[in-house]
């Protein structure tokens, strides 16, 4: 995994709603989810975590 820049896992699960549901996702919306990743800055979310996590403590 660590050489992937993308690892999709799909999860399904009786109490999932959605997910739960068979069959694969559609070519355009797994192309949007990969989009929608690889536009993350992942710095801006652990920071965002943190400040999240901080504010939670105090």
Excluded: H, Y
């Excluded at 709603?17 to 990969?34: H, R, T, Y």
């Amino acid at each position: 995994m660590a050489d992937n820049g993308i690892v999709l896992v799909e999860f399904r699960a009786g109490w999932c709603g959605v997910l739960s549901k068979p069959g694969a996702p559609s070519a355009a919306a797994l192309e949007q989810v990969i989009a929608a990743v690889e536009g993350l800055d992942m710095e801006d979310v652990r920071a965002e975590i943190a400040a999240k996590t901080a504010g939670a403590k105090g």
